[in-house]
């Protein structure tokens, strides 16, 4: 799955290097045998945003892109339209969403969903079916991120909010403490492994996909 990641990443245009960054010797060695770029970090962190951190204090850009390691599907036009978003140095941090038309899909809890205002930034993040009762689509956060460096590392001392807690989503730390994320919605969909079962249906897609 990692391989189908940063393969998935390394076809981006606007990326200038593409790190893994890991605690697991496990998957160290996976991405040694692809070859990949891969970088240990400290075993003491409570969430991907923070080991993401950790190599931005070594690295000199001033954008970041978090590209989590569950979402094999992944596409380099979808890391793209990040970088190109946050162009716009007002923004501090941006994520993707796909609109899924499939409304009998709201209720699982694995499919994070997002409701934003008009002019696209977000006004909520939740396991539950969020708008109640939608009866066209849903829009389904994609699991990646970008960020002004400086930010990032800003954010990542703010203590666990009440709701990001609650939701289990570390991006709602962002919203609770007054910060705004934009997303960008992308026709790109993916399809997160948060569970086996997830495996079978990213397996089941990729052979219909070549399939035709």
């Known amino acids: 799955m990692i391989q189908r990641v940063y393969e998935g990443a390394k076809k981006a245009k606007l990326l200038e290097r593409l790190i893994v960054a890991t605690d697991d010797e496990r998957i160290s060695e996976a991405c040694k045998k692809i070859p990949a770029e891969v970088w240990m970090t400290s075993v003491h962190h409570s969430s991907g945003t923070e080991r993401v951190a950790e190599i931005a204090t070594k690295i000199d850009s001033p954008l970041i892109i978090n590209i989590q390691g569950d979402e094999p599907l992944i596409e380099g036009k979808m890391i793209d339209e990040l970088v190109m978003a946050l162009q716009e140095e007002s923004i501090p941090v941006a994520t993707l969403a796909t609109k899924v038309h499939d409304t009998s899909q709201i209720e699982d809890k694995n499919r994070v969903k997002v409701i934003i205002d008009k002019n696209g930034f977000a006004l909520y993040f939740s396991r539950a079916p969020i708008p109640y009762q939608a009866s066209d689509y849903f829009l389904?956060?994609?699991?990646?991120?970008?960020?002004?460096?400086?930010?990032l590392l800003q954010i990542i001392h703010l203590p666990p909010s009440r709701l990001e807690k609650t939701e289990n989503l570390e991006q709602l730390r962002i919203l609770e403490n007054g910060y705004?994320?934009?997303?960008?919605e992308t026709p790109h969909p993916t399809l997160s492994v948060d569970s086996p079962e997830d495996i079978i249906k990213v397996e089941e897609y990729l052979k219909k996909k070549e399939n035709g």
């Open 140 to 151: 389904q956060h994609l699991g990646i991120y970008g960020f002004q460096k400086n930010f």
């Open 180 to 184: 705004k994320i934009k997303v960008i």
